[in-house]
């Protein structure tokens, strides 16, 4: 049996790789650590140690750097390990020292670090859904609307979440409101073809149309749908005509409860606030508990995690020194 760790996730993760040794001013962070230490010692004694963040040492650095007593480049050494951030982290030109005495930051020698704008999510329950064995747990801040995500990572892979049709994609039918100018005459309600939406579907403001136009993907959460017509009205008008060439253009469909049926799938339904993934063959939730009590698995949301205006997944090279 494989057991599995479960992320959520809309940003990315900033993963560093090994450094060796130098003169330089060094600051240490460790997963070990606590941030009221002075962060220059590699491994925590019984009152100093390593800082616990990059945040924190980031502000040491900062603070030695306006001291003006920094004839020497500055190291962050950061340990093995993978460190959650709540906010984003932002550099700024200031933080990059002076030619000949840089700020670094990079992992130690040998070692690897990941930065993640993940959070821990712990415990759920098993069960059944639509005949299939899942893993569900309770998300409050989804059930009061701070939190709607797209992504699923299970051990660092991918899990789709349902997707009508299971593969390739529907053509719109018809534009009703369609202009003639594709960059004015935004899509807001278009007809479908028929058997391709139901208006039945469980919590239809969850589901979500992803439709594709020229070099544009527009996510369009669905207001309502009239099953008479065959008519969809989605809750916001995507950017630009949902044309391909001159003909309506393809769209599919995510996160429809009466779709989760594959195994490796997922579905979030909001007014529960309740997240379901379906067991791949082999997967089971880890044994390890909390407390004494209930089995628990972990779940990352990613927010952009580093901002050095670019994106926000860097792969950071070896340091030498």
Known sequence: MKSFVLHALVGGQIVFSGIGTAQSAEFFVSVRGKDSWSGKLADPTHDDGPFATVTRSQAAVRSLLSSGKTPEPIRVIIQSGTYYLDAPLEFEPGDSGEPGNPVIYAAAAGERAVFSGGRLLKEGHSEQINGRKAWSLDVPEVKRGEWRFRQLFINGERRPRTRLPKKGEYQIESLPGYTGDFLRSPTKQFVYRAGEIES??????????????????????????????????????????????EKPGPYWIENVFEALDTPGQWYLDRPKGKLSYLLLPGEEISSRTRNGSRPRITRRRCKPALKFRAPCSLIMPSVAR
């Open 200 to 245: 039945q579907w469980r919590n239809l403001q969850d589901v979500e149309i992803v439709a594709i136009t020229r070099w544009l993907e527009n996510r369009l959460p669905i207001e309502s749908v009239n099953g008479t017509t065959r008519t969809v009205t989605v809750d916001r008008s995507s950017l630009f005509a949902l044309l391909s060439g």
